[in-house]
């Protein structure tokens, strides 16, 4: 399982803690179940926005990468694949 990163950490945090108060003042409840259910609630609402954040895209390097390997290094035959050419010379023995 990945580790969070630092902007998944600060944004399920600042939810948390904000949500929180939110609820807390607009409730104005002062029993100690609701301040529970409104924490764990809070809590619910903060790991699931910290696991929706959008990671950093690595896709545009994978994404070369392949490109790059289809190309053939400059200098060396190359054969399609419906060719009969073979890449490098054929060396027959001369029979005496």
Not at 9 to 24: E, K, P, Q, R
Not at 45 to 53: E, K, S, W
Request: charged share 10%; hydrophobic share 50%; proline share 10%.
């Amino acid at each position: 399982m990945p580790r969070p990163n630092a902007a998944q950490l600060a944004y399920g945090s600042c939810t948390v803690i904000f949500s929180t108060l939110a609820m807390l003042l607009l409730s104005q409840t002062s029993s100690g179940l609701g301040i529970a259910v409104i924490a764990l609630s809070a809590l619910a609402l903060g790991l699931l926005v910290a696991v929706t954040v959008p990671l950093p895209k690595s896709a545009p390097a994978a994404a070369e990468r392949p490109a790059a390997r289809q190309h053939a290094p400059v200098g060396r035959p190359t054969a399609s694949v419906g060719s009969t050419a073979a890449t490098e010379p054929v060396r027959e023995t001369a029979n005496p």
